[in-house]
């Protein structure tokens, strides 16, 4: 067993809309510095920093530290697609746990384009677009973006199973909007109704526009340390990783001709079942989860695949409530992807700094009550999964 490895300052900033927000690297500066003063440490205090993004030359970690200090400190630069994030804390996690470090930052950051869901992100998932299983299941479906098609024939492989009606898609994207609602860092504030979400332009059955995940611009940011470290400097240390598991594709997403196996599955639930077992708890103990939304059919297959439900029990969780407040688990009250928005590099941690805010009771009109253990799931085709799981002390 190695050293605990707590969480003591996360910090965002506001996600814009492509061409409105700042250069990168002065998101990265205001995230990190949000992160650094909740902290109530200094740069110099930091011995490693684990820098993501998707879109950018190899050294844009650099550039973004440089404006907190020059301390010669190592920087790594880490892109492992949507779960960049997630994998920087996923190292920045692995180095206190070893006693590599005793007090490091994981940053993530991206600014992106219009229209990059359709463009460069696409080209990034092109190994599994080539696998013939796949290619079958696209031929034909060209005019919307491969993404879409994936996740979208995910959506369509559970409702073939299981008869799962279209509204049960746009209830999601609801109940994100609503969560998001009271979000002043989200993108997508706007309320919208199930009818609302339907009737916006198709673009992949069951996956209207609103079902959609935005390209987004944003940072985030989460310093971690050692138990010595805390006591050392008198910082308080409420919450900590109790367990965290990375896992990357499995036979089945080539070989069992699934779009939900394909789209990350297997991934979630062989890295949910990971983290369970290490933290010795099982999910009916988790009050509340930020779960990859990018589009409204993988949250709704995650939530099996986290065991939220039992498989094939989705629909009736979602039109029962239990994804929400009130229910069993508030899911993504930040948002999520898909209200929020996705900034490639950002979004797990800003995962985390919300899961933060809600373990230590700082999330304000968002707040689940008494919420004292949080799970995250962030996954990147191509591919990698980060199920994370924190506790308030």
Known sequence: MGNRVNVIGVGM???????????????????????????????????QVYAGYVFGDSTCGQRAVYQLGLTGVPVINVNNNCSTGSAALFLARQAIEGGLAECVLALGFEKMERGALGSKYDDRVAPIEAHANVMNRLQGFTSAPPAAQMFGGAGREYRWRHGTKRETFAKISEKARAHAAKNPYALFRERLSVEEILASPEVF????????????????????????????????????????????????????????????????????RQVYERAGVGPEDVDVVELHDCFTAN?????????????????KFIWDGDNTYGGKFVTNPSGGLLSKGHPLGATGLAQCT???????????????????????HNLGLGGACVITMYQRS
């Open 299 to 315: 949250e709704l297959i995650t939530y099996e695949a986290l065991g939220l439900c039992p498989e094939g029990q989705a629909e």
């Open 205 to 272: 059955d069951p996956l209207t526009r609103f079902q959609c995940c935005p390209p987004t611009c944003g940072a985030a940011a989460a310093v971690l340390c050692s138990d010595a470290f805390a006591k050392k400097h008198n910082i308080a240390t409420p919450v900590f990783i109790r367990a965290q598991a990375m896992t990357t594709d499995l036979p089945s997403t080539f070989d069992e001709d699934s779009m939900m196996k394909m789209c990350g599955y297997d991934m979630a639930k062989a890295g949910a």
């Open 13 to 47: 900033v506001k996600f814009q809309k492509p061409g409105k927000s700042d250069e990168y690297d002065v998101m990265a500066k205001g995230a990190a510095t949000a992160a650094l003063a909740d902290a109530g440490v200094e740069y110099k205090h930091i011995q």
């Open 354 to 376: 919300e899961l933060v805010w809600q373990l230590r009771g700082q999330a304000e009109q968002r707040q689940v009550e008494g919420a004292r253990t949080a799970l995250q």
